[in-house]
């Protein structure tokens, strides 16, 4: 929660549109037991890779979010499809290729 609020405040002072998106990476957090625990990693993941983003480009990490949310709303499968998403982003952010991240919302 508190990494998620700081992350929330920190890109609210830099990029409303992307503040809003991280925000918006809560409505991930829901179900009990085990749903709820799988459903915490997956935010945890989209959280994580976000915020990274934003170090590299805030316009893409606003996409990016919006892309990981709307995957893991679409039920299980899509939740699989964001993981591989983010997995894959994180990949390409830290080996530094911003091009290659940003072919991947538009496969």
């Known amino acids: 929660m508190e990494r998620w609020l700081g992350g929330v405040s920190a890109m609210a002072m830099r990029d409303e549109r992307l503040a809003c998106e991280i925000a918006s990476l809560a409505q991930l957090v829901k179900g009990y037991g085990d749903v709820r625990r799988r459903l915490l990693g997956v935010f945890d993941l989209a959280l994580a890779t ?9 316009s893409f ?5 919006s892309r990981l949310r709307a995957l893991v709303l679409e039920g299980p499968d899509g939740e699989s499809r ?6 894959a982003a994180r990949e390409r952010l830290d080996a530094g290729d911003m091009a290659g991240a940003r072919a991947l919302l538009s496969a």
């Open 82 to 87: 964001a993981e591989a998403l983010a997995t």
């Open 61 to 65: 990490a606003a996409a990016l979010a």
């Open 50 to 58: 976000s915020l990274r983003a934003a170090d590299a480009d805030r």
